[in-house]
Nanobody, 127 residues
Framework: VQLQAFGGGLVQAGGSLRLSCAAS????????MGWFRQAPGKEREFVAV????????YYADSVKGRFTISRDNAKNTVYLQMNSLKPEDTAVYYC?????????????????????WGQGTLVTVSS
């Protein structure tokens, strides 16, 4: 599976942005899809994950209520709608795919559980 994230850019605090991640291959629906981010000088951290069917989602506390992850299996695409953006949301955002299913949501916050990664897209939130 090859992943390509796009949709990043510069936005003012309080604004919105939607990221997309397009996947190649015909097995997209076999993978749970996650978003991670890495701020300057910091380690990469988990943002959100969505199950293979799209029926289950799990978010980091820092984005809960502001970000929404969704997917369209017919288009092999996962989205991250980001609202009420804050300067601390500035980071390179990565999408990732894992073949794991079920279990606790916290399992999907572990980067080593993912099989494929996209190249990242930069989101900059100005104050």
């Amino acid at each position: 599976v090859q992943l390509q994230a796009f949709g990043g850019g510069l936005v003012q605090a309080g604004g919105s942005l939607r990221l997309s991640c397009a996947a190649s291959g015909r097995t997209f629906s076999s993978y749970a899809m996650g978003w991670f981010r890495q701020a300057p000088g910091k380690e990469r951290e988990f943002v959100a994950v969505i199950s293979q069917s799209g029926g289950t989602t799990y978010y980091a506390d820092s984005v809960k209520g502001r970000f929404t992850i969704s997917r369209d299996n017919a288009k092999n695409t996962v989205y991250l709608q980001m609202n009420s953006l804050k300067p601390e949301d500035t980071a390179v955002y990565y999408c990732a795919a894992t073949a794991k299913e079920g279990g606790r949501g916290s399992k999907y916050a572990i980067q080593d559980n993912y099989d494929y990664w996209g190249q990242g897209t930069l989101v900059t939130v100005s104050s």
